[in-house]
């Protein structure tokens, strides 16, 4: 506290430096240009690789708690059963050029695995999760995850000292260690046991960037049409109804657009990943029905790899459909030559917090992969591949919608 005093005082006495303009080539500005009705970034786009390189290197000249966990404080329902904040602390990181990212710290190490009793909607939320689902995001051509990388955050210079929040000032502390810690202001989470600590002020994390304000770039968060229950009993209907889909076809959008063939490609995603906990999805409102579904929040993701979570595919299993271009990457990435796991353990030694993912989780994606087709070839045995294969490869689209790019 006397130090972060001794540092405020030292800013006041500087006069503030002149307002910075935006630099048109800041890799921030850049990937948001590149936002298309295709994904979030283009297959091969140098602004994604300079801007996963500044969010690793910059500077940070603020900190602060994301808008939901500010929501929380004073207001939080100790009666929940799940609580949205407290030991699943983020914060918001501020870079020059308008630059913001989500920062997550580690809470699990990378060995262990999340105990078989918890509840996937009390787990922990991993860091190195984050970033493995960039990476397989992209590896499988969906683009829909925001670029993250991993970083070593100095906690006491690149968050304590360059927070103008007293609320996230106050929560920073020494431990018996003399490591720092901080730990989320909320009234049912306010113990230094739920605290993340410097090693002594060294944290390891992801960080995610920000998508396009709401103002500029609004988008719509809707229900999964197979949610679960966020509860200790009881079942959604998708889980004892085998016809669910059925119901769900009747539904508009999901009668007549690609959103089921979206939903479907989000539960083969969640599946290889592991996580149950997609209660939402959103979606960018310019490029309407058929857009694209946003992969976001994926920290729940890789916490057993000697577990196989076959409920997640259930969009698959019931509507029996998919698109040909996933159903072509999936066997591409099938072939011993170009295996899944070996693909991703390339991929993520890009990353400075390597080793992301520990052996036992790559190996689990070739075994979840393999019952992703054979799920597939079910279908196509029951159905036909006429009816189970939707042909996505050959849709016409007219000079606007290659070329449509959200409003900046």
Avoid at 29 to 58: C, K, N, W
Avoid at 150 to 179: C, D, H, M, W, Y
Avoid at 368 to 383: M, N, P, S, W, Y
Wanted: proline share 7%; hydrophobic share 40%; glycine share 4%.
């Amino acid at each position: 506290s006397r130090r972060h005093k001794l540092y405020r005082e030292e800013l006041n006495l500087t006069s503030p430096a002149a307002p910075l303009p935006l630099r048109p080539e800041a890799s921030w500005l850049q990937f948001h240009l590149g936002i298309s009705r295709d994904g979030l970034y283009p297959r091969s786009s140098p602004a994604v690789t300079r801007l996963l390189r500044d969010m690793q290197e910059l500077p940070t000249i603020s900190a602060d708690y994301s808008q939901d966990e500010k929501a929380l404080l004073g207001a939080c329902d100790c009666s929940q059963i799940v609580k949205p904040s407290g030991v699943h602390l983020k914060l918001v990181l501020r870079f020059q050029d308008f630059g913001k990212a989500m920062f997550k710290p580690m809470r699990q190490k990378r060995e262990e695995e999340t105990p078989e009793d918890f509840f996937y909607f009390v787990d922990f939320q991993r860091h190195n999760a984050e970033i493995a689902a960039f990476h397989l995001d992209r590896i499988l051509d969906f683009r829909r995850v925001p670029p993250t990388v991993g970083r070593l955050i100095n906690v006491t210079k690149e968050i304590l000292e360059v927070t103008k929040n007293e609320v996230l000032q106050s929560v920073f502390f020494v431990s018996p260690a003399s490591n720092v810690c901080f730990f989320a202001k909320c009234p049912y989470m306010c113990k230094t046991e739920y605290a993340v600590c410097g090693n002594p002020h060294l944290l390891e994390g992801s960080v995610s960037a920000f998508l396009p304000s709401l103002n500029l770039a609004p988008r719509l968060s809707i229900p999964n049409p197979w949610i679960r229950s966020y509860s200790f009993d009881g079942k959604e209907e998708w889980e004892v109804n085998p016809l669910y889909c059925n119901t769900v076809r009747e539904i508009y959008p999901y009668s007549n657009s690609s959103r089921l063939l979206n939903i479907v490609d989000m539960a083969i995603f969640d599946f290889l990943i592991g996580n149950m906990d997609r209660h939402h999805y959103e979606m960018f409102t310019k490029f309407g029905d058929d857009g694209f579904l946003l992969h976001l929040d994926n920290a729940r993701g890789f916490g057993r790899h000697s577990h196989d979570e076959i409920s997640i595919l259930a969009p698959l299993s019931q509507c029996c459909i998919i698109k040909r271009t996933t159903l072509l990457r999936l066997q591409l990435l099938a072939e011993p030559e170009y295996q899944l796991s070996d693909v991703m353990r390339e991929s993520l030694l890009q990353d400075p917090l390597a080793p992301v993912l520990t052996e036992p989780h790559l190996l689990a994606l070739d075994r979840r992969l393999q019952l992703i087709l054979e799920a597939v070839g079910k279908c196509i045995d029951t159905f036909g591949e006429a009816t189970v294969v939707a042909n996505d490869t050959a849709q016409p689209q007219s000079p606007a919608a290659d070329t449509a790019k959200l409003d900046t």
